[in-house]
């Protein structure tokens, strides 16, 4: 079976400060994609990154940051300099060739950024 | 390109009625995946079509949720003998190969509300 854990449900920070959204996962396949998707208060999912898990290399794109540890079993993300636009609720999710294909989603952490 | 598109954006039915909801995919794309995401949870999987087939049904809750996309585009999930518990956000997701690397581009949902 997969699961994902977000344990943050929400997440209040003020504009330009750096907030981090944490992931864990657990499954029991050897290759495995874990990403993380944007829900703005429009409702639409938007997706951000996918990482295979082969490829423990963190990636940064503009003010975003992503760290994969399959030590840990963890896949966090970094926002730097948050900004308004940014608040919504972010969702880690895992998928996996040997279980379906399916997206396994973690409850999701809401961001608040306020001015 | 037009993304995922579903229909209707809101349903409002009463308990015990029969409900369609059609999920319109990215162009080309061949996978397409159901979720239902209730208030303040992630999306959980309900089924998932690689052409014309279900290749994957086991998220359904129970026998009263059925699913078709019979000529490998436009798919329509319905719901008999709506509950009170069917209140949910019905989302819709595509992806061009259906395996678990592939992206999943997801719509903007049905909102149905069962009285």
């Known amino acids: 079976a997969q699961k994902v854990t977000q344990a943050q449900t929400e997440i209040s920070v003020v504009e330009k400060e750096d907030v981090t959204l944490d992931c864990v996962y657990e499954?029991?396949?050897?290759?495995?994609?874990l990403f993380w998707y944007k829900q703005p208060p429009s409702g639409e999912l938007v997706f951000l990154i996918r990482?295979?898990?082969?490829?423990?290399q963190n990636e940064i794109s503009g003010r975003y940051s992503w760290n994969f540890q399959k030590s840990t079993s963890s896949f966090n993300f970094t926002i730097t300099a948050s900004q308004v636009v940014d608040s919504a609720v972010y969702f880690c999710a895992l998928s996996a060739n040997n279980a379906g294909n399916m997206l396994t989603f973690g409850g999701g952490t809401r961001l608040m950024v306020k001015p | 390109g037009a993304g995922v598109s579903q229909t209707p954006s809101n349903k409002v039915t009463e308990k015990g009625k029969y409900v369609e909801l059609r999920c319109d995919p990215i162009?080309?794309?061949?996978?397409l995946y159901w979720y239902r995401q209730s208030l303040g949870q992630g999306p959980e999987f309900l089924i998932y079509f690689q052409g014309t087939g279900a290749a994957d049904d086991s998220g359904l809750p129970n026998d009263r949720f059925f699913a078709v996309r019979p000529e490998g585009s436009v798919s329509t999930l319905k719901i008999q003998r709506t509950e009170r518990g069917d209140s949910a956000v019905y989302l819709c997701?595509?992806?061009?190969?259906?395996?678990?690397?592939?992206?999943?581009?997801f719509g903007p949902g049905t909102r149905l509300t069962v009285l």
């Open positions: 499954t029991r396949d050897t290759t495995y994609y």
């Open positions: 997701a595509s992806s061009s190969g259906g395996r678990a690397k592939n992206e999943q581009f």
């Open positions: 990482r295979n898990s082969f490829d423990e």
């Open positions: 162009s080309g794309h061949t996978a």
